[in-house]
Structure formats: C-alpha cells, structure tokens
C-alpha cells in the first residue's frame, strides 16, 4: 500500500521531532551530568588535604612542625636565663639615668629607680655550662637540648600589641599569625585535624586576656587560621552530633552543603565558599579523630607521671601532653599560650607557682619528643612578648615591669643547636647588646628551618608584598642552626 504524501511528511516530522527531543534531552542530561561531575570534582579539591603553595618548601627543610610555648604576661630573663652578677652586686643602688633616659618604660616614668638584682640562684648545666635559675630545675635537664637565645628585642611594651608582634611581625591588627602563615605556605600533614591547633591554660599572677585574633588567618583565606581546643569539655563546641543524629545522617548533610556551595561557587567563585565548604568536611572529619585525640586517659600511667597530667584538669601539664600527640598526628603548628607571667609584684611567690606548673611539662614534651624520635623534626620555642625591667618595682610586692630591649627565649630541636646561648645583654640585663635577635630574625629563623625563604614568602594585601617578616630586614640567625 502507498502511503500518502501528506502522511508521509507528517510520519517524517513526527519521527525527527521525537528523534531530535531525545538528542536535546541527552545533550541537557550530559551537561547536567557534566556539571554534577565538576562540581564533586570541585568539591574533592576543595575538601582534600591541603598541600601548600607550589615550589615550597624552598629548601629541604629541618623541621616539619613547630610547637610554640607561649608564656604569656612575660617572664623574666633575670630569674630565668640571664645571670647578672653586677646587677647583684648594685641591688637597692639608683639605676644609672644613662640606661633608662628617654627610653619607653610602661609605668614607671618619673618614679625614682632602683636597681633589682636576681631574686633566686643560678646554677651552670650541660656540659657548656648554661646558665639557669633556680626556678627551673626541670628545664636544667635538658640544658643540652635547648638553644638559648639572651638577646631578644621587640617593639611593643604592653602585653597585647607585644603578643600580637610576637604572632604576626607588627602591632597591626589583622594580620595573619605565624601558624596561619606556615600552614598556608606548607600545607597540613593531618587528613583529620586542623593544620593550625591553639590549646591556652591559667595560673599565676594577673592573667592576661588572649583574644582569638592571635591565631587570626587575617587576609589569608579562613582555612588557615588556628582552632582553639577545650582541655576541658568538649574539646571544640559542637563537634560532637546531636542526640538522635547518626555519623550517617551528618555525611549526607555535610555532602548536601558540599553540592550547594559548589553549585553556587561556579557564579562567584568566592575562596571563602571554598574554606566554608572544606571547614564543614573538617568539621565531620574531627567528629570522630578529636575526641580520640583529647581522649589522654589511654595513655600510660608513667607517661602522665612524666606530664604531670591529669585526664581533663585543662592545665599546661596536659596540653603539652596534647602537643606531643598532635604532632604525632600531622599538626603542623602547635600553639601553647600559659597566661600568669605578669610578675609587677610578687615575683618570687608567683615566679614560682608557674615554674610549677610549666617547667615539669616542657622537660617532659622535650624528653617524650626524643625519646620518639620526633624532636630532630619538631621545633619547640619557649618564650613571652617581653621580658622584664631590672629596677626595682615595688607595688604589692618586689616585681618588675614590662621590659623591650632585652630578654631570653630559648629553642630546641628541629635544626636547632642544642646546649649553647645566643647572644647577651649588658652587664644590668637592659639592653640587649651582642648578637641581637629582633622578633623578625625569630620568625624568618623559624621559616628557614621549615624550609622557606622568608624574602620570598609573600602575599599581595593592600597593593603591598606582605610578608610575616615585614618589609624591614629581617636575618635567619645562622649561628643557632645545627
């Protein structure tokens, strides 16, 4: 039979239409899928470990993380590191108005000033025979582990302008802290943990506030900057799931966001989306690896003997404890803040209630570490924003003042020479005078040790190369390096 013309034409258009509508629909179905498969794509980058920038590290690097021990409030060299026997001898004489006029003392201009000398005894250890206090029998142990360094200056003479120097290269708020930046630069070892830990304890004298900002990200992205962990309670708010909510139910939450953000990211590409998205994986991850973390019941009793720790008191002892098993774990920067050192009256009395709880824990951390084989690759700073005056301060008590041209800090470990000092301060401990270390040397020290070339570490903020070392010169201290 013949089909009619006009039949035929219809069939025809009826067979190129279905035919075209199933092209259209598989060309929509691929680009959806094409899309779908971008954004998970997108989504994997995003929430993968971050591996840093490329070509870093510059050099083969000494360390791989460091752990800061921050005594906050500023302690001093002169019952710490920094043996004084003429300023033991002038003790109650006038301090000689050539070394104080015109220079910045927080509150004690126009007051008559009295030399203080050393209010404790100083021993010599190791076999270089370093000089420390009597207030750190602990630290007296590992004399030759540590480097001390007796010349540092700063620029800030109050306790949060100096702690924000001391994290950041400059007064400035909003600057990125040296862990936001070494983990930005490094990238993080950890799949389960945040590259970038801040654990913070009390006791003493006057304890200084530590605001979050100190371990702000700043203008890098808000991947990078520190997450602060309770000793006590849960260890970060709301990392634990909700009654009634299963790891199952979070996955396919935390999955859901992953979509949306990725979905949206692709019309503003905005890197916050990116850190809100990987911050949420994170999130998830550490359900799971903090609790464990935080968790130091499991550890040996002769362990927690060694720390002085015990399960959940929130104090230095168990926090250096938690350091040791962060870095076991792929933390790159381990931030201990002790808050107590503000030693303007009283210091005998309170120089010793935080030697008590901090000297036991750091020889621990530094014993633990070598004992395990990691301290070779681990550095450990010890240190305050500032040290103190050597005049005497007589309210509530002999203590000293805040103090900008000469204190000690001390490293170990990760590259570090162990058992020499740096460096000296004059014959009153006022001015730091032979091989001076400014808190720009300490941090491009810090850099190189990681591999990183401080001149070269830098980021466009403001129309400016911003750097941790600023746009001042700063200097690797090469004599301290192993």
């Known amino acids: 039979m013949t089909i009619p013309n006009e039949l035929a034409a219809r069939l025809m258009r009826r067979a190129f239409l279905g035919q075209a509508g199933v092209g259209f629909g598989s060309i929509a179905l691929g680009s959806m899928l094409a899309r779908d498969l971008a954004a998970k794509e997108s989504s994997e980058a995003i929430t993968a470990k971050y591996e840093g920038l490329r070509g870093f590290p ?11 021990l921050s005594m906050s409030g500023g302690p001093s060299h002169l019952e710490t590191f920094d043996y004084k026997p003429t300023l033991e001898k002038m003790s109650g004489e006038p301090m000689p108005a050539s070394y104080t006029e015109g220079q910045p003392i927080a509150q004690l201009q126009g007051k008559e ?15 270089n025979g370093q000089y420390i206090s009597d207030f750190l029998p602990w630290t007296a142990k590992i004399a030759d582990d540590i480097c001390i360094v007796r010349s540092m200056v700063t620029e800030q003479i109050n306790h949060d302008p100096a702690n924000t120097f001391m994290n950041t290269g400059t007064a400035i708020s909003g600057r990125p802290s040296m862990g936001s930046w070494i983990n930005y630069g490094l990238g993080s070892e950890s799949e389960n943990l945040p590259g970038f830990v801040v654990l913070t304890s009390t006791g003493g004298r006057n304890p200084q506030p530590i605001a979050s900002r100190q371990w702000s990200a700043g203008f890098l992205p808000s991947r990078f900057q520190g997450v602060e962990f309770n000793a006590t309670g849960d260890p970060v708010h709301y990392v634990r799931p909700p009654k009634g ?23 503003v590409r905005n890197p916050e989306i990116d850190t809100r998205t990987a911050a949420y994986e994170m999130a998830f991850r550490m359900q799971s690896s903090v609790p464990e973390l935080m968790d130091i019941s499991e550890e040996p009793a002769e362990t927690l003997d060694m720390y002085g720790a015990k399960p959940g008191d929130g104090s230095f002892a168990s926090n250096c404890l938690l350091a040791r098993r962060l870095a076991e774990r792929g933390v790159r920067f381990i931030h201990l803040y002790h808050r107590g050192w503000d030693h303007h009256g009283g210091l005998v009395r309170y120089m010793g209630v935080c030697c008590k709880l901090t000297d036991q824990p ?4 530094i014993t633990d570490l070598k004992q395990r084989g990691m301290l070779d690759d681990t550095l450990v700073v010890w240190g305050g924003e500032f040290g103190r005056t050597p005049m005497y301060q007589g309210k509530g008590g002999v203590g000293r003042d805040h103090h900008i041209k000469g204190f000690s800090m001390w490293l170990a470990g990760g590259g570090v020479q162990g058992g020499i000092t740096h460096g000296a301060t004059d014959e009153l401990g006022y001015n730091s005078v032979d091989k001076i270390v400014h808190v720009r040397d300490l941090h491009a020290t810090m850099l190189h040790l990681l591999g990183i070339d401080h001149s070269r570490f830098h980021v466009k903020f403001q129309g400016l190369d911003s750097k941790l070392t600023g746009v001042e010169e700063a200097h690797v201290v090469k004599e301290i390096l192993a």
């Open 362 to 365: 750091v020889w621990a951390l």
């Open 113 to 127: 000033l009295r030399c203080q000398g050393p209010m404790t005894k100083f021993g010599r250890y190791g076999e």
């Open 245 to 267: 909510v299963t790891l199952d139910q979070q996955r396919q939450l935390v999955s859901a966001i992953q979509q949306l953000n990725a979905h949206r990211n692709e019309l």
């Open 58 to 68: 510059h050099h083969a690097p000494k360390a791989k993380r460091v752990i800061f």
